[in-house]
């Protein structure tokens, strides 16, 4: 049975200041025995408790840097958690990164099953499906072509085909996807819309504010990695709204 239940989460990324050092800069710190580099702790989410169930679509509001991505991500096995208890259960499909797992020297053919095993795929399953994808893709003869030559447009028709060509029970989504010509952005609206019907769950980023109680019954609003509500999608953007509406008090 699909469901994501999250206690406490909580990602602290450890990163140096500075990228490299010049020899001298690093002799003196070894001389005074002191780092001249030091190590920052970046809290990306804190605290963050959540129960997703079977059936539910969940969207996920919020600022840029409020740390949306970074929990689809940690949802994704992307990143692991530093703090708390995190269970995923159910078959994970993810469209965030889409060219993720292309080898570049390959033809468009031989990525379809690269990228396919990484979602869970096996060499029966992609042989059935294959040609599906290659059809929806709509590259015909650029198949045979290394994708290293493949326009960015091709690459992500090529991507979003092989990506959505799964039946997910968990479905994670960050932003909605601008693939292709128009008339190739209205097969992909459409595809998207029978993954969300198929998935047992689903959880989606996004910073359309619009589209979230088209598609979500839930909506959660996160803050600088802290999740300050959650609840009704009307409910949570109406309170979302009304903070980022309210007037900065200025220091005393």
Known sequence: MARIVLDKIGLTFRVRQRTRLTLKEFLVGQMFRR?????????ALSGVNLTVERGDRLGVIGHNGAGKSTLLKTLAGVYQPTHGKMIVDGRVSSLFDL?????????????????????????????????????????????????????????VRLAFAIATSIDPE?????EVLSVGDLAFQEKARARMGEMVDR???????????????KVCNRAVWLDHG??????????????YKSSAAAPVKAAA
Not at 170 to 174: A, E, F, M, P, R
Not at 205 to 211: C, K, Q
């Open 226 to 239: 802290h999740m300050m509500m959650e609840g009704p999608t009307d409910e949570v953007i109406a309170a």
């Open 199 to 213: 998935a047992h769950l689903m959880v989606m980023v996004t910073h359309d504010l619009e589209s979230v109680p």
């Open 35 to 43: 780092s001249i580099n030091p190590i920052l702790k970046v809290h």
């Open 99 to 155: 060219a993720l797992g292309f080898e570049f020297d390959a033809t468009g053919w031989e990525n379809i099953a690269y990228r396919s095993y990484l979602q869970g795929e096996t060499p029966r399953t992609v042989r059935d499906k294959r040609q599906a994808i290659a059809d929806f893709s709509e590259l015909g003869d650029f198949l045979n072509t290394p994708v290293r030559y493949y326009s960015a447009g091709m690459l």
């Open 170 to 174: 968990v479905l994670l989504i960050d």
